[in-house]
């Protein structure tokens, strides 16, 4: 290989990243592909003409590669290979768990404080059904009753999701009931 080549390859190395970009869409694997191209050429560089477009024949060479790899196929979960150890398992990204807790606390800050409050006491800090009953001075089958219907309110601004902002038609009616018991727990 002469002199003229090996500066001519070294100053395609830009050239080749940006096209090795564009087709792999990713900035690590754009890098191997360079490095997999400049091995591959430097190995068949005999075959190379001098005086030819040496830029189209690098292209040529990476377009090549870059098809072979993507028809290679690739590990399945639960294939013998990934359980061999020879492959690490991916760890799901967290973005899906942020996007739903921020659409449980939208639903959740639209409910009455007093229904809040219930299932913070029911359903977080797990007080069970007879010490709410006492401090809120009702029957134990009203606390029941107003955890069951504060959870299916819940529900319905969770899963409803666009229409959080919206009241529903029955809470104005429920509102009454539901102060009384913010009264009862010393929040109102």
Known sequence: MSPNVAKEIEQLLPTLRRFARSLTRDAARADDLVQDTVERALKRIDSFEEGSN???????????????????????????????????Q????????????????????????ADQELLILAGLENVPYPDI???????????????????????????????????????SSMRSRNGAIAHHAGVA
């Open 54 to 88: 040496l830029k189209a024949w690098m292209f040529t060479i990476m377009r090549n590669h870059f098809i072979s790899e993507c028809r290679r196929p690739r590990p399945v979960a639960g294939s013998e290979d990934l359980d061999s150890g020879k492959y690490e």
């Open 90 to 113: 991916a760890i799901p990204g967290a973005q899906q768990d942020t996007v739903e807790l921020k659409e449980f606390m939208a639903a959740f800050s639209n409910l009455d404080q």
């Open 133 to 171: 009953a006492e401090m809120l001075d009702v029957a134990v089958g009203t606390v029941k009753s107003r955890v069951a219907r504060a959870r299916m309110r819940l529900r319905e601004l969770h899963v409803g999701g666009s229409h959080l902002s919206a009241t529903p038609a029955y809470a």
